[in-house]
């Protein structure tokens, strides 16, 4: 989880916080200054892009939250960026939004992200986002400053059997501690996230913290079984985005974290996953956690910076991962 304390984020009215558009900055990083540059509709990119595809070229859209989006590290070592780099006809729109559920993510596609023509979407997200669906507000910490406040978000619910969205428009609003606490289901999310975000920043990049993340309140427990509500909710959520991108592939692809690919944590979210898989209707679910354990265990630890945000060799090793995937489940978009 990012603490913002550089304005490069702003309220939007759908999404609940967007980048700044025309924004070219350098951001403090975990290990290391980066560069933070976006394109006119607020896109983490160093181009703008029109709404057809590239003339001979085939395009690939990116939805997800911060891993995706790049936290810590500059534009053009992204996977999103990476691929392009290694393909030359296939264009790569990254839509990743630091902090976003999968909710968030899916409301990008249908708002924005589908305007654009593609030829495939991704949604490459992190596995922990399944809890960001239980809430509907996210903790900030403003430039200069070291409290912590809150923002609301959009969110889904279940109101006689059918996906309710609320909080549209998001409320332009910042919340204290004390009135966050208060706020739906978030109380023993927000427990657990005070304490990461008013940790000194030497406490939050020690490998103690991030066990004590999993002890305490189990980021990943929704994932247990199919009846919980948790899933439920998320398993919804990505019904309706496999509704609407409807006739070109779409590739979920859960992003492994530091707990699963260096602790040794089972990643019981492919349990879940899996079930998605539907190779006849161009849904394939991509599992990426074998990439990184095929790494010498001296090599997975360099794929993740101390925030646990994916460093640029952790880049590299999701896009040969999906670069692969693409070769074998629709080629034609890399030719």
């Known amino acids: 989880m990012g603490i913002w304390q550089r304005q490069f984020l702003t309220y939007h009215p759908v ?120 809430t509907d507000i996210w903790p900030y910490r403003q430039r200069g400053s070291n409290a912590v406040w809150y923002m609301a978000k959009p969110y889904f619910k279940f109101e006689e059997g059918s996906l309710v969205l609320h909080n549209q428009p998001v409320p332009n609003v910042r919340l204290s501690k004390g009135d966050a606490m208060k706020h739906r289901e978030s109380a023993h999310f927000l427990r657990w996230m005070d304490i990461k975000v008013t940790a000194p920043r030497w406490a939050q990049q020690q490998s103690l913290l991030k066990m004590l993340s999993v002890s305490l309140m189990n980021p990943y427990s929704g ?23 409807a006739d070109i592939p779409l590739f979920i692809t859960p992003l492994p974290d530091l707990h699963h690919s260096v602790m040794g944590l089972t990643p019981t979210y492919m349990r879940r996953l899996e079930n998605l898989r539907d190779s006849a209707k161009s ?47 629709c080629p034609d978009v890399l030719s």
């Open 223 to 245: 994932y247990g079984s199919e009846d919980n509500h948790e899933w439920k909710l998320m398993r919804a959520i990505l019904d309706r985005l496999i509704r609407e991108v």
């Open 15 to 134: 999404f609940g916080w967007w980048f700044v558009p025309n924004l070219k900055a350098m951001m403090p990083g975990a290990d290391g200054a980066f560069c933070l540059r976006t394109n006119s509709i607020g896109m983490r990119s160093d181009r703008e892009y029109s709404q057809t595809r590239p003339p001979g070229g085939h395009r690939l859209l990116c939805l997800g939250d911060s891993y995706t989006a790049g936290d810590g590290v500059d534009n053009k070592v992204r996977f999103s960026d990476c691929l392009e780099a290694d393909h030359s006809k296939l264009e790569v729109m990254n839509f990743g939004l630091p902090g976003s559920g999968t909710d968030q993510q899916l409301l990008i596609f249908e708002s924005l992200a589908r305007s654009f023509d593609a030829d495939a979407v991704m949604l490459a997200f992190g596995v922990e986002d399944i809890q960001r669906n239980m």
């Open 283 to 329: 849904v394939f679910v991509l599992d990426i956690l074998p990439d990184f354990k095929a790494l010498p265990s001296h090599e997975r630890k360099k794929c993740f910076m101390s925030d646990g945000h994916y460093s640029p060799l952790g880049h590299r090793v999701v896009t040969q991962a999906v670069s692969r995937a693409l070769a074998n489940y």
